[in-house]
């Protein structure tokens, strides 16, 4: 069963980059899910699904798919591109638009 390896993003809700730094291994769907029809719950038979190993570096979780004979894929990270906006640029001379409020 094949398995991703990444680094998870920073969390939308939050300014912060908590549980940035950790690598998750973390497993493919096997088999399509199924729809209750009485209760509207979503369910499957593949257990591993619900797996997710986490680690503190793409090394070792790499070592460990190796040694458990998991296929898996490494997913790069993208870094966030960072704009420095400065706050007294809006009340610049030689602004182009007029600052209003």
Do not use: C
């Not at 939308?12 to 950790?22: E, L």
């Not at 591993?48 to 503190?56: A, D, P």
Request: aromatic share 10%.
């Amino acid at each position: 069963m094949p398995a991703k390896i990444y680094r998870p993003a920073k969390t939308a809700m939050q300014s912060g980059k908590a549980k940035t730094n950790i690598w998750v291994l973390e497993f493919d769907q096997e088999s399509a899910r199924k729809i209750d029809p009485i209760m509207g719950y979503t369910s499957s038979g593949d257990m591993r699904q619900q797996l997710k190993l986490t680690f503190e570096s793409q090394e070792q979780a790499e070592a460990y798919a190796k040694r458990e004979g998991i296929e898996y894929r490494v997913i790069a990270p993208k870094d966030p591109i960072r704009q420095t906006v400065s706050y007294t640029d809006n009340f610049r001379f030689t602004r182009i638009q007029p600052w209003t409020h």
